[in-house]
């Protein structure tokens, strides 16, 4: 049986199906992946500097100025047939590295954001206040109205821990697959990365989707566009 029939067999007999998705399943969506975004300004910051604890004491404006740049392309971004295909299955658990929206505009009801979300403020010393952002029109640095520290993202970046109660939930949904659909997510981001081989250690077969190959160790692995991939195996 060719890859793509392989994949169709072991989803359509799925009783239950989880997804663990990154940042190229919303890239056909224009909101580019790390290694797309080093392009123009942003070409002479490593993300993985600017989206860190270290970067943002080194340079809270740069950092803001950063993720409002990242904001106001998120804002423009509609979801693509891939997002549109994965919010169809009211019955499919999301798990998501994406810090963007594009699942739940699509319709998704049950999505887990690892990475905490973009469209959200909180206080940097953890004060417990947090705010909604208008991503279209987001404001600038300032300080936490509560306690005077500096307001960020409510995102984790790296070398923070997820948020447990959401990890919890995202290990209990992938140890209880019976497939894990991984789309365009490189893998090497940990700890999330390690829900493939949960997964796999639980008995889930693992389908893969990604324009690349990837480290993911997958039943099934096939090479090209989530918009195109992902209509086809969910719809079938
Ligand atoms: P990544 O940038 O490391 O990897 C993206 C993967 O997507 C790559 O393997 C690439 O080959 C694949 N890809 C690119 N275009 C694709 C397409 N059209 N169809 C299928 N696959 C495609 O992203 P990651 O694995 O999510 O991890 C890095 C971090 O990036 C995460 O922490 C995530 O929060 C963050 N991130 C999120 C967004 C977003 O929210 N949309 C955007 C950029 C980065």
């Given at each position: 049986m060719d890859p793509i029939h392989a994949a169709i067999s072991i989803l359509s007999t799925a009783q239950k199906i989880v997804t663990f998705s990154g940042a190229g399943l919303s890239a056909e969506s224009g909101i580019p992946t790390f290694?797309?975004?080093?392009?123009?300004y942003w070409a002479r910051y490593d993300p993985a500097e600017l989206?860190?604890?270290?970067g943002f004491s080194q340079d809270p404006e740069l950092v803001i100025n950063w993720y409002n740049d990242r904001r106001s392309t998120i804002a423009q971004a509609q979801p693509n047939a891939a997002h549109r295909a994965l919010a169809g299955r009211q019955d499919i658990v999301h798990v998501t590295q994406n810090i963007d929206h594009l699942l739940e505009?699509?319709?998704?009801k049950s999505v887990l954001h690892l990475h905490g979300r973009i469209d959200s403020d909180r206080c940097n010393l953890s004060c417990g206040y947090a705010e909604p952002i208008d991503?279209?029109?987001?404001?600038?640095l300032r300080n936490c109205p509560d306690c005077r520290a500096a307001l960020r993202p409510s995102v984790v970046w790296f070398g923070e821990p997820l948020p447990q109660s959401t990890w919890d939930a995202a290990v209990q949904a992938v140890s209880t697959a019976d497939v894990l659909?991984?789309?365009g997510t490189s893998g090497v981001v940990y700890p999330a990365a390690s829900l493939v081989d949960l997964a796999r250690s639980c008995g889930a077969a693992v389908v893969v989707v990604n324009t690349e190959p990837t480290r993911s160790i997958?039943?099934?692995a096939l090479i090209g566009p989530a918009t195109e991939l992902v209509p086809r195996l969910l719809t079938a």
């Open positions: 290694r797309e975004a080093q392009t123009g989206a860190s604890p270290g505009t699509a319709g998704a991503i279209a029109d987001p404001p600038g659909l991984v789309v997958a039943d099934v």
